[in-house]
C-alpha cells in the first residue's frame, strides 16, 4: 500500500485571540507519503505490518517558552519514520500484539518527541467471564525545553535536556457478573514504580463497576410488511413497509389487536383476526 496526502491546518481561535495568540499566524501546510505492507500468516493466527512515512512541515504552530506566545517556525522540518505491528493468536483465549514507532525529525520542534516507542501486550480470556491484559511500554529519551526565571532579575531563561528513557508495566483483570450488562474491575499501573517527569505517573492502583445502560435500552422491530426486518414470522401484515418499535425491556407488550383497548399499534385495522401477539 502506498499513499500521498496533504494537509492545509488553520490556527485555533486559541492561538489567534487568547493571550498568547497571534492575529499574524500563517496556516501550517503538511505534506506526507507512506509506503507498507501487511500479511496474515499461519492461518491468520499472525498478522505482520509495517508503514515507512516522511512528512514536510512548512510553517508549523509552536508556543515560545521565553514569551509563551504561539508562533510559526521558520523554514521547513523534515519527519521520517518507521512503525511496524506484529499479532498472535496462541488460540482464542490468549492473543499477544506489539508494536514499535522509530521517529526521526530534522530539527525538535515539539517537545517530548521519542525517537522509539515500544509497546506489547497480552490478552487472556480466562473464562467466559473472566478476562486479564497485561501491557509493557519503553519510551526511549524525550528532548524537553522549559523556561525558569532566576533571581534577583527574574528575566526568563529558556533550558532543555534530555529526559531519560523509561519502562511500564500496567495489568488489570475483569470479570461479567452480568453479561454483557455488568463488569467489575481492577488495575495496577506502573508496577515498576517508575518516576516519570512528562506526566507525573506514579504507582497507581483502582477498581470499580462498570454498567452497560445501552443494553437496557434495546430495540426490537416488531413488524414490517416486506424485507428482512419482517420477523413476526407472517409473510404479510400490513399494506404498507410502517414499523413499530418496542423496548425489549417490556418482555410481555400487545403488539397487535384488530379492535379494542389492546390495540396500541395506532392502526384501526392490521390483521384479519382478532389474535392477539406478545413477545
Known sequence: LASYSTAFV?????????????????????????????????????VLNAVAFQREEEDAIGIDLMTYKYFNVNG???????ETM??????????????????????????????????????VQATSRLAFNVAYQFV??????????PAPTYDPVLKSEILKDYQLVNANVRYELIKNRLNIFGAVDNILDKELIDNNLENIYSAGVKLDWSQFQETYAVYESFGD?????????????????IPIVNTAFSVYEQTGENNNT??????TTNELREV
Open 86 to 123: 506484529v499479532s498472535y493468536a496462541f488460540n482464542d483465549k490468549v492473543k499477544f500484539n506489539a508494536n514499535y514507532t522509530f521517529t526521526e525529525l530534522e530539527r525538535q520542534s515539539r517537545i517530548l518527541n521519542p525517537k522509539h516507542k515500544v509497546n506489547a501486550a497480552i490478552d
Open 266 to 271: 395506532g392502526t384501526t385495522e392490521i390483521y
Open 140 to 149: 526511549s529519551d524525550r528532548y524537553l525545553e522549559y523556561t525558569i526565571y
Open 229 to 245: 426486518l419482517n420477523n413476526t414470522g407472517l409473510a404479510d401484515l400490513v399494506k404498507d413497509t410502517e414499523r413499530i418499535v
Open 76 to 82: 521547513k522540518n523534515k519527519a521520517k519514520g518507521l
Open 10 to 46: 488553520t490556527p485555533s481561535l486559541y492561538q489567534l485571540y487568547s493571550p498568547y495568540g497571534d492575529l499574524d499566524l500563517s496556516p501550517e501546510k503538511d505534506a506526507t507519503a507512506e509506503v507498507g505492507f501487511e500479511v496474515s500468516l499461519a492461518n491468520k493466527k499472525v
